[in-house]
């Protein structure tokens, strides 16, 4: 979908064909929040389109590297080369040093994401580099007879839901705003659970271009 259509959808559920209520610039806004917050959630399966890579410097005795400014969500990292990093939780940050079965080795590296950095293990003992691979925030979307956003066609339509929750919170529908939103944040959970390692297996995931009932129950 593009822009154009998106705001067009936004306006016919929101009942504004008019265009009375909300001017193209506050939808195209809003639709961007969900654009950026999609970029944030989704499965990195989803997010190829907007995945990409930096090459950085591992110094002598530096294991916290900042993280790119336009990083959103970590897809995986290649230590002194080519070693893929194992992502282990800042819970497990001290086993690392304390835990035979967690010792890092320059072939078996770890990465930690902390708010703006990544650390790597074992700490770099020479100059080297690694590779992160990452999806990056996306740009904002502007010209409504051009832009459409990077994601896959089935997801558009999770903007729009965004978008007309936006526009009945403005009006004031508070009730029907917390409906809609209920209703996009069990798609994303879905999907989320779908490409998930707990997901379905047996008999392949199934269509999420048509999701079922909502895995969390709505919010009241």
Avoid at 17 to 29: F, H, N, Q, S, V
Avoid at 157 to 178: C, D, H, I, T
Avoid at 180 to 193: D, G, H, P, S, T
Avoid at 197 to 208: A, I
């Amino acid at each position: 979908m593009t822009l154009k259509s998106m705001i067009s959808d936004v306006r016919i559920r929101a009942a504004d064909l008019g265009a009375d209520r909300y001017p193209d610039k506050l939808i195209i806004e809003w639709l961007n929040q969900a654009y950026r917050d999609l970029c944030a959630r989704l499965p990195a399966e989803l997010l190829k389109s907007v995945t990409t890579s930096a090459i950085g410097d591992l110094a002598n005795g530096t294991a916290l590297y900042s993280l790119p400014a336009s990083f959103t969500q970590y897809v995986n990292a290649l230590y002194d080369g080519n070693h893929k990093c194992l992502r282990i939780s800042q819970e497990k940050r001290t086993l690392v040093n304390d835990n035979v079965f967690y010792t890092a080795a320059t072939a078996n590296p770890y990465c930690i994401l902390w708010e703006d950095q990544i650390e790597f293990f074992p700490t770099p003992n020479t100059a080297a580099s690694y590779t992160l691979y990452f999806i990056a925030k996306p740009t904002d979307m502007a010209s409504p007879a051009t832009d459409s956003p990077s994601l896959p066609e089935f997801v558009h339509s999770y903007l729009v839901l965004y978008a007309v929750a936006r526009a009945f919170q403005e009006l004031g529908n508070f009730p029907q705003a917390r409906e809609l939103i209920n209703e996009y944040e069990a798609k994303i959970q879905e999907i989320r659970y779908l490409y998930s390692p707990s997901g379905p297996k047996e008999t392949g995931r199934r269509d999420y271009r048509t999701p079922s009932a909502p895995i969390n129950p709505p919010i009241t």
